[in-house]
């Protein structure tokens, strides 16, 4: 099946830090990646949709200038987290769609696990 | 407002026996529903897709019902191993949109 990375697995630093996640879809080109956020024993919530040429969409709630997102590629999407505080760390996992940006299958990252001190 | 509802209490069965998980939702009217795994510290990975005029589907061990009168789906892993405990996401996705909604998941634990 499709093989989606993310990098870093994890990651601690210290509060007012910035942080980026990348996100690569390794053998096949993504125009859209999702970046959700999932809090222990919670489901995941979509964050922010990834659009390669474009500005990314973003959930309502959800801060455009503390998450930045880059889709710098067909294969890569970064997420940065600004001026990270304690409330921001949670486990942060990126999909790609396979076929022609429709949802009905994702193929998620392994996640990248934020602790914020 | 739209929710997706699955049991949140863990799901403990014996070794062979079949496991049967829930997902019930309201306010929503999906053109498909899918189930995840997702093991401790990982993503989910994709399991199976019914679109919504499909009222069962099976894949090797797995089987999926979809009742959309109901509001319904079931989850079933028969001849189920302990290397099936894991916890198993239900989500939704309806027709043209890119959002999909996903339930909290169902921990499942498969004792030898």
């Known amino acids: 099946g499709a093989v989606v990375s993310q990098h870093p697995s994890r990651v601690i630093c210290k509060s007012g830090t910035s942080v980026k996640i990348e996100c690569r879809s390794l053998d096949f080109q993504a125009t859209t990646m999702f970046w959700y956020r999932q809090f222990p024993k919670q489901s995941l919530m979509l964050m922010a949709t990834s659009n390669e040429g474009s500005k990314a969409t973003y959930e309502q709630g959800v801060e455009k200038d503390k998450f930045l997102i880059n889709h710098a590629s067909l294969t890569l999407s970064t997420l940065t987290v600004t001026s990270a505080h304690p409330e921001d760390s949670s486990f942060y996992i990126c999909?790609?769609?396979?076929?022609?940006?429709?949802?009905?299958?994702?193929?998620f990252g392994p996640g990248t696990r934020l602790l914020v001190l | 407002s739209q929710k997706i509802e699955q049991n949140s209490e863990a799901l403990n069965i014996q070794e062979g026996k079949t496991a049967t998980l829930t997902c019930n939702y309201t306010?929503?009217?999906?053109?498909?529903l899918q189930w995840y795994r997702q093991d401790p510290g990982r993503g989910p990975v994709f399991l199976l897709l019914?679109?919504?005029?499909?009222k069962k589907k099976r894949k090797e061990r797995l089987k999926v019902t979809f009742d959309t009168t109901l509001k319904q789906s079931l989850f079933h892993i028969t001849a189920s191993q302990p290397a099936d405990s894991a916890t198993y996401l239900c989500a939704l996705l309806n027709t043209g949109g890119f959002k999909t909604i996903f339930g909290a998941g169902t921990r499942l634990f498969v004792k030898a």
């Open positions: 999909s790609a769609p396979l076929a022609g940006g429709a949802q009905e299958t994702q193929y």
């Open positions: 019914i679109r919504e005029n499909e």
């Open positions: 306010n929503y009217s999906p053109a498909y």
